[in-house]
């Protein structure tokens, strides 16, 4: 291919790609616009521009209270999945790792039934009994497990296969190191990036996460789209801000995390 061929091809997937990325941002953009605009009805434009949405909003204390509610369910289930998950994949990789192919198909289970069928089946189980669950966090916190286990192992799984799991375990055995040593010095700081990568679509997922937290704890336990369907009917500048506080919150995690992880690496 020609210099010529080669700068055309590439001002063309360049262009593709721009014009793309302006179409997953103009509703984001409307969004934003919308949530600072004074007023926004007959006109082309705004006829002006305020931050009274978010100020309103962010300082709604049910708001907050939902916020921290959200994040308080989404962290304990990520904690759980880490504290079970990691010990699991260990063993089944080093030790029984014919295991693997049953697992990837047991793991994909709580994707084979919808949430609404789950939620139902819940609401059965746990509505009454010495087991009675609904309408508090921990019923959340059990659901949102189950949710982040496939993207927790299977993000885990990739960086275990990556690493050559075997070779690194016989190195540190090698040179002293007990079984347990060897998986918590040598292979786990291995296991950093994978982690990383794993509790960041997890917790991305479980926070935006309405089926479960609307059906299983409602106003009982308000989660923040719990919160954002209760204000539907609102102004609609307010839920504006609310979506774009919850996007700006998401991006701003993402790039934190890529930051530190990077930084981690160099």
């Not at 690194?168 to 347990?180: C, E, K, N, R």
């Not at 935006?208 to 409602?218: D, Q, R, S, T």
């Amino acid at each position: 291919m020609s210099r010529a061929e080669s700068a055309s091809a590439s001002l063309y997937h360049r262009s593709v790609v721009f014009v793309l990325l302006i179409i997953l941002l103009l509703p984001l953009a409307g969004t934003l616009i919308y949530s600072i605009a004074s007023s926004w009805s007959a006109t082309i434009l705004p006829s002006g521009f305020t931050f009274k949405w978010y100020s309103q909003l962010w300082g709604d204390p049910r708001f907050l209270a939902a916020f921290g509610q959200s994040l308080l369910v989404c962290v304990a289930a990520l904690a759980l999945s880490v504290i079970l998950i990691l010990p699991l994949l260990f063993v089944v990789h080093y030790h029984f790792p014919k295991l693997d192919a049953l697992m990837n198909i047991l793991i994909l289970l709580p994707f084979a039934v919808p949430p609404v069928v789950s939620s139902v089946g819940l609401l059965q189980l746990y509505g009454s009994g010495p087991l009675q669950m609904v309408g508090t966090p921990w019923i959340l916190i059990g659901c949102y497990f189950t949710v982040a286990l496939p993207f927790m192992y299977r993000a885990i799984t990739n960086n275990l296969q990556a690493i050559n799991l075997r070779d690194l375990m016989d190195a540190a055995q090698l040179l002293g190191a007990s079984t347990w040593q060897a998986a918590f010095l040598v292979v786990l700081p291995n296991l950093r990036k994978g982690l990383m990568v794993a509790l960041l679509l997890s917790f991305s997922f479980l926070f935006g996460e309405f089926v479960f937290a609307n059906i299983l704890v409602g106003t009982r336990y308000e989660t923040l789209q719990v919160f954002l369907n209760n204000m539907r009917n609102s102004s609609g500048h307010f839920t504006s801000a609310l979506v774009i506080s919850y996007f700006l919150f998401v991006l701003v995690l993402t790039w934190v995390a890529t930051f530190l992880n990077k930084d981690k690496s160099q």
